[in-house]
């Protein structure tokens, strides 16, 4: 019958050294190396210009402006916000605004470049909406506004619907879908 004898094995020094610091920074760095896979949520009450976020709610009586930035997730609205800007942003998936009492705007600032709504652009019973220069993967869809309405220069993939609204001065110009 043979005994086996259990060998242990040596660790070097300096790799003993690496495991331990690794150990010592991991709860430091794990936070900064996970928050930086996710761009952040956003409320938007303000001016944000040249950020990411991932997906932005516009609060009841806001004024939010977003200029040239990245949504990777959806734009929507709560409440009844008083602005809404949302240019040369593109926006991975959908945008739903709806109850906005003063403004709406969402395009191009200056209808240079054209912005891409990754799959829905719907803008409901607000005022003053100007939609210009959108690629819209899906649907755009724009009803049941006031004041004044301009959808120009737009492509929709699937549909182009603007129905509903009660507006002083209409413009649906050189759009596509």
Do not use: W
Not at 53 to 71: E, K, L, M, Q, Y
Not at 98 to 109: F, K, P, S
Not at 115 to 139: D, H, Q, T, W, Y
């Amino acid at each position: 019958m043979k005994t086996h004898i259990a060998r242990t094995r040596r660790v070097p020094v300096k790799q003993l050294v690496v495991f331990i610091l690794i150990g010592a920074f991991a709860p430091v760095l794990g936070p900064v190396l996970s928050a930086q896979a996710l761009p952040p949520d956003l409320v938007c009450d303000g001016s944000y210009h040249h950020r990411t976020f991932r997906h932005v709610v516009i609060p009841d009586g806001a004024r939010c402006v977003i200029t040239s930035s990245r949504i990777t997730g959806n734009v929507r609205t709560t409440g009844a916000p008083r602005v809404v800007s949302i240019t040369d942003t593109h926006v991975g998936r959908n945008i739903h605004v709806r109850n906005v009492v003063e403004r709406v705007t969402i395009g191009a600032a200056g209808c240079r470049v054209d912005p891409v709504a990754g799959r829905n652009l719907m803008v409901r019973n607000s005022r003053n909406v100007a939609i210009c220069e959108m690629s819209i993967a899906n649907n755009l869809v724009v009803r049941d506004n006031r004041g004044t309405l301009m959808v120009r220069d737009n492509k929709a993939c699937n549909n182009l619907r603007v129905v509903g609204n009660h507006v002083r001065s209409l413009r649906v110009l050189r759009n596509s879908y």
